[in-house]
């Protein structure tokens, strides 16, 4: 049972949803499916940004038209439909990771309680009752509805909630007498991604003391990693974390709490992609069950994470000149106040989110230069030192459910019965 795990949910609602989302032993398929939902989230990318694009012309494309359409049950009526509706219109269509999945997930739970109308805050009104329904979800919650579900007639004494706040969960099913909070997770998902601090001279993860307050689960796999290599020996690579979980499962158990801290759900719902022609299902996960339900082999340090910083020539003199070093390694070189490398050992750096635009070009797994070179010479690139920036190490906890053992998903049932 992991350390961190709440409930603060109604217990009586949580495992009745738990049965039907694990319904006589079989999972509850995602709409629209996995394939379909990634089909968009490419198509997307594909798009030119600031384009606005019709939202009927984007679902043709994307093969989502006509009796396709009907039968997927895709439309007005979606949280789906209405965010991709809203990005195109703007010509911005970049998306947060998950967040075409998460809508999929709110419209499946909402149709296990037929809710089929949906209210969005981008909407001029709203009917009447909802307000005061309103009244009883805490207001952290719905200060940051995105979109509600609702069944018609009722007056909302059923609603789901699908939040848009970065530390709240993604959704709260909310009946009278009370609520459930739901987090939704892709099929290879993270609980969780931190930067490290940054790395000192010999590549070490500095753990500072804020880090060790805010992640102290995750302090004994950096210290761990600390005393058995350093940045610079996976440079451009990952670190797996199996062999430290294998030895020391407590240490996944402070990981995995640390994160329940931060949220507080009261089930997770996982998707799980059985093979070609089967359909995306979701797999129920209490926070209680969480190491013994997920496999957490994918879990590593990054070399190079997500984010990064500028590199200044005064401030970061050990960095600059390590950066020179790698260089000159490259047949590059740096002279009258800039870089100059050859183009072909140089990678792009995509945008993030968009296919087709390169932010910046690749050194190595730790260097990049941000931007487009100042100038080009045959098949040379040159690069201001002010464009110098590195990235900075991270870890993240990824998981995957596990769907072979059937006796777990009937402890987690009895587990909410005691």
Known sequence: MARGARRAGDVRLLR?????????????????????????????KASEEGIACDIADFLRDCGLDGDAEKALNFGAQDAGYLLLEKKLREGKPHLRPMELHECAVAKTVAAL??????????????????????????NADRSVAEYIYYAPRDEGSSLLMLLGGP?????????????????AKGQLSKLGEYDFPDIDKDGKLVIDDEFRDKRQGLVPFAAEFN?????????????????????HPEWLEGAVGGYLDEKSPDIFLIEHAPGRGKPT?????????????????????????????????DADEPYFQMAIEF?????????????????????????RGKANSISGWKMNGLFYFEGAPIAMSGDEMSFSPESLQRT?????????????????????????RD
């Open 16 to 44: 009745s949803f738990f049965k039907r989302v694990y319904a006589n032993g079989d999972f509850l398929p995602l709409v629209p499916s996995w394939e379909m939902l990634r089909t968009m989230e490419e198509r997307l």
């Open 167 to 183: 530390n709240t969960t993604d959704m709260l099913l909310s009946k009278t007498g009370g609520s459930v909070r739901i987090e």
């Open 392 to 416: 900075k190490p991270s870890i993240s906890i990824h998981a995957r459910p596990r769907v072979d053992d059937h006796s777990l998903f009937l402890e987690e049932l009895a587990f909410l």
């Open 281 to 313: 299902v979701l797999v129920p996960a209490l926070p209680e069950f969480l190491c013994k339900a997920l496999d957490f082999s994918g879990s590593e340090i990054r070399s190079n994470g997500r984010n990064h910083k500028k590199v200044r020539k």
């Open 227 to 247: 005393r058995r290599t350093s940045i610079f020996e996976i440079l451009g690579s990952n670190y797996s974390l199996v062999p430290m979980i294998n030895e």
């Open 113 to 138: 309680y037929g809710m089929s109308s949906i209210w969005s805050k981008d909407m001029d009104s709203s009917p009447g009752w909802l307000t005061a329904a309103l009244q009883r979800v805490n």
């Open 327 to 351: 260089a000159l390694k490259l047949g590059g070189r740096y002279e009258g106040g800039r870089f100059v490398l050859p183009a072909s050992k140089l990678e792009p750096r995509k945008e």
